[in-house]
């Protein structure tokens, strides 16, 4: 493989993914000259809402929609001679937990449907590689409880959310269920854990992937870590409101409110 260096960062979701997307939208003007790069605010239309329809639905036509879109963004980069990065968990599907997701089981088709994209419309043999970052099965499965008790109205406690997310996640199982989709094609792993002294943070695996000299990446500034969700005190409250009978436009005050409150620690 001897062609452009491209850099697909598919998630997963709740581990960094906005805080490495952040870390490369801030350092921007000093990677562009070496990588052009496709984040949320770019690819958050109808390439990543099309992924999370396919992951509900698991239709054709879905599928469909995904690959044409992601055909389309695409063939309107200008790209020169630089690499690429692409960053965009939602390019798995819908977080677990959210409109009745159970896990990642549409991520394979959806990676795979990228690398069929990218071998047409941008290089036939590209130098291409995945990357997923992972964490604590654990923490993982809290974080997005919590973070669903915030968004939605979610009315499982941790306990019976467990049951039925658990699966999910084993983050490390998807990821090497999506290594065989999208073989031979590089997957690289990465522990969220394993990067919380680096100053690039979940940046960092992204960064190297893509070649940027070290000259380059000494420059680049760090911001704090983005999108870390709500205050796990908050979590027994937000269930409350969730099963009551309050109406969504003043549930959605009365989070707000619980959100914006300093903490008792202040």
Same mark, same amino acid.
């Given at each position: ?16 993914? +906005?805080?490495?997307? #952040? /870390?490369? !939208? ?7 000259? !070496? ?17 999370? %329809?396919?992951?509900? +639905?698991?239709?054709?036509? @879905?599928?469909?929609? /995904? ?53 047409? /419309? ?6 291409? !590689?995945?990357?997923? +970052? ?12 919590? !973070? ?23 983050? @490390? %199982?998807?990821?090497?269920?999506? #290594? ?53 005190? &908050? ?5 409350? &409101? ?25």
């Amino acid at each position: 493989m001897t062609g452009r260096r491209i850099v697909i960062h598919g998630g997963f979701h709740k581990t960094g993914t +906005t805080s490495a997307q #952040r /870390f490369i !939208h801030d350092n921007g003007a000093l990677i562009w000259p !070496h990588a052009a790069t496709v984040l949320p605010g770019r690819s958050r239309g109808p390439v990543a809402r099309h992924a999370v %329809r396919y992951s509900l +639905t698991s239709a054709g036509p @879905d599928m469909n929609r /995904f690959r044409r879109s992601l055909a389309d963004l695409l063939g309107g980069l200008n790209l020169g001679k630089r690499a690429l990065l692409i960053s965009d968990e939602n390019f798995c599907g819908r977080m677990p937990g959210r409109e009745g997701q159970l896990g990642y089981d549409s991520a394979p088709d959806l990676m795979a449907a990228m690398v069929r994209v990218i071998r047409r /419309f941008i290089d036939k043999d590209p130098d291409l !590689h995945f990357v997923f +970052t992972i964490r604590d099965p654990d923490d993982w499965l809290r974080s997005t409880w919590r !973070h669903n008790l915030m968004q939605t109205r979610l009315t499982l406690d941790y306990e019976d959310y467990a049951v039925v997310h658990g699966h999910a996640a084993d983050l @490390d %199982r998807t990821a090497g269920v999506i #290594r065989a989709a999208v073989a031979p094609y590089p997957v690289h792993v990465v522990p969220l854990e394993a990067l919380a002294e680096n100053p690039e943070g979940p940046a960092a695996p992204l960064l190297q992937l893509l070649g940027l000299p070290n000259d380059v990446r000494l420059k680049m500034t760090s911001a704090p870590g983005a999108n870390p969700g709500p205050d796990p005190a &908050l979590a027994p409250r937000l269930l409350d &409101l969730n099963r009551s009978g309050l109406p969504e436009e003043e549930l959605g005050v009365q989070k707000a409110a619980l959100r914006d409150s300093p903490s008792p620690e202040t």
